[in-house]
């Protein structure tokens, strides 16, 4: 099939066009991470005796922190199947066309393989590259609430405090259920296999 078909090029804008949709909610979760830890780290900042104010304030923070798990898990549900394709495909796909850009011989037709394979590359990195921030900046919720000076506030607000931070302790992962966690390892994980591939086909096309 050649590759500026119109049916190959609606299927590689629907998988764009979700994987854009999907870093856009990935952004939008590392900005609200990003949030919840500044006012963490700002929750006791008052030295006097605040307690009504500190209250408000873990209270608020200990159902931001909620919403936000809650909030994630759902929207890495709903994309299940992006996230396989990525795991389980990709790898072959990048293989298939570096094999075709090294025989093709028609100029044209290798800059478009080559721009379909940068394609590809570049949504897998940029799913990669954000589930690894949302990896990392929900477990640096429990730095942000160990940074804080938390030994300000009364024993009757630091059980909300050290619940906070146990809940850190199980970071927010972007997987293709269950299978494997999109991440920068993920990302180098895939390009070795299409690497791997691509070699395979060289082989066994001699």
């Known amino acids: ?12 804008a629907v998988i ?3 994987t854009l949709l999907l870093v856009g909610f990935l952004i939008h979760i590392n900005a609200q991470l990003q949030y919840l830890q500044s006012n963490i780290l700002h929750m ?26 809650r909030y994630t898990r759902e929207v890495f549900g ?9 795991v ?15 025989f093709e011989e028609n100029i044209s037709d290798k800059l478009r393989y ?5 394609g590809w590359v570049a949504m897998l990195f940029l799913t990669c590259y954000y589930g690894q921030l949302i990896l990392t900046q929900s477990e640096l919720i429990g730095n942000a609430v ?12 630091q059980k909300s405090v050290l619940l906070m931070i146990l809940r850190s302790q199980r970071p927010l992962k972007l997987s293709a259920a269950s299978i494997s966690t999109l991440s920068l390892q993920t990302f180098l994980s895939i390009i070795k296999a299409a690497y ?3 070699t395979l086909l060289l082989t066994m096309s001699k």
């Open 1 to 12: 099939m050649a590759i500026n078909t119109p049916s190959w090029i609606m299927i590689v």
């Open 16 to 18: 764009m066009s979700i």
């Open 44 to 69: 006791f900042d008052d030295t006097h005796n605040y307690l009504n104010i500190w209250e408000s304030r873990v209270r608020f923070c200990t159902k931001y922190h909620i919403e936000i798990i």
């Open 78 to 86: 709903h994309f299940d199947l992006l996230l396989i394709v990525h």
């Open 88 to 102: 389980s495909l990709t790898s072959v796909i990048m293989g298939v066309l570096c094999f075709q850009m090294v």
């Open 114 to 118: 080559f721009l379909h394979l940068g």
């Open 146 to 157: 160990y940074n804080s000076k938390w030994y300000n506030c009364p024993s009757s607000l």
């Open 196 to 198: 791997s591939f691509f």
